[in-house]
T-cell receptor, first 112, second 116 residues
């Protein structure tokens, strides 16, 4: 059973701080990792994806992947109240067809 | 280029009726996924389809639910004899096919199904 785990939160950070969201996965064969943001009542939207160990930066967002530890994280620098949402981690194993496994999501609250 | 299109956005049905939810993937995408989400809960995978094939339906309830993705036209999620517990948001996502594809999923806006 492939599993993706996230702390449900809520994770509260003050405006301007760094928010750190974490995700662990059970399948060592996983190859592709995605972060989605979902505002209340809306659909998930893709923020970032990462395939290789290390860091990948895009604006205020940094994804970090450590395949040996089966751990992927998302850092949000200079957090804004508009970043308040649920963040979903998704993992894909191409040896397992094209299916994705989503974590339960972490609710982030950025306090002004 | 339109994204993933779902319709209707809102659907109201009475208990015992049928609900049909439609999803047109992004242009060029041949992989479609359906998810269900209850308020304040996570995405629950239902089914993964390619054109004319069901690849993984491990998340589909064994009764009343079915899905298809015909050669022509949108993917359809069909719920027969709906019950109150079917009330949820149903999201469709699509991804690009291709050799060694590591393409992400892109989501539609969802269909909010309400059962009276």
């Amino acid at each position: 059973q492939k599993e993706v785990e996230q702390n449900s939160g809520p994770l509260s950070v003050p405006e301007g701080a760094i928010a750190s969201l974490n995700c662990t996965y059970s399948d060592r064969g996983s190859q592709s990792f995605f972060w989605y943001r979902q505002y209340s009542g809306k659909s998930p939207e893709l923020i970032m994806f990462i395939y290789s160990n290390g860091d990948k930066e895009d604006g205020r967002f940094t994804a970090q992947l450590n395949k040996a530890s089966q751990y992927v994280s998302l850092l949000i620098r200079d957090s804004q109240p508009s970043d308040s949402a649920t963040y979903l981690c998704a993992v894909k194993d191409e040896n397992y067809g094209q299916n994705f496994v989503f974590g339960p999501g972490t609710r982030l609250s950025v306090l002004p | 280029n339109a994204g993933v299109m779902q319709n209707p956005r809102h659907l109201v049905r009475r208990r015992g009726q049928e609900a049909r939810l439609r999803c047109s993937p992004m242009k060029g995408h041949s992989h479609v996924y359906w998810y269900r989400q209850l308020p304040e809960e996570g995405l629950k995978f239902m089914v993964y389809l390619q054109k004319e094939n069901i690849i993984d339906e491990s998340g589909m309830p064994k009764e009343r639910f079915s899905a298809e993705f015909p050669k022509e036209g949108p993917s359809i999620l069909r719920i027969q004899q709906v019950v109150r517990g079917d009330s949820a948001a149903y999201f469709c996502a699509s991804s690009l096919s291709g050799t060694g594809s590591n393409q992400p999923q892109h989501f539609g806006d969802g269909t909010r199904l309400s059962i009276l």
